[in-house]
């Protein structure tokens, strides 16, 4: 018996489909009415999947160009106190209204300097913005 499960087309034995699938409703036989509907939300799921991409690259494109600027408090003997974690990373982005975002950083940073940050948007699409650590007076 051919059934709609998982968003695929399953041939399963008739017992199971019958005493197991159907009952619990975790699949639906593949009548030619339940694939045409199938089909048409499958065309959508992809459209709504290209569109997502096409935005996340469009955040991607406009992250790309952001510079943002972090202070740290250095001691007289050259210690320094505090640090750039992801969590500060994320709240200056989100002030710029950037939310979610998966920012890619193996350590806090601790040290004076440029460095570029790896963001992850999802679907495979990343990208880079760059931190800029100053001494604070």
Not at 60 to 86: C, M
């Amino acid at each position: 018996m051919k059934v709609i499960l998982s968003g695929e087309i399953k041939e399963v034995k008739n017992g199971y489909a019958r005493n197991f699938l159907l009952p619990r409703k975790l699949a639906k036989i593949a009548t030619s009415k339940n694939l045409q509907i199938f089909n048409q939300q499958k065309i959508e799921a992809e459209k709504q999947e290209k569109e997502l991409i096409e935005k996340l690259k469009e955040t991607a494109a406009r992250l790309k160009d952001i510079n943002l600027d972090f202070l740290l408090k250095i001691g007289d003997d050259g210690q320094f106190f505090g640090s750039v974690s992801v969590s500060e990373i994320k709240k200056a982005l989100e002030d710029l209204d950037y939310q979610n975002l998966e920012i890619i950083l193996e350590r806090p940073i601790k040290e004076l300097g440029e460095y570029p940050i790896e963001i992850n948007l999802g679907k495979g699409i990343k990208t880079k913005i760059k931190i800029t650590v100053h001494s604070q007076p």
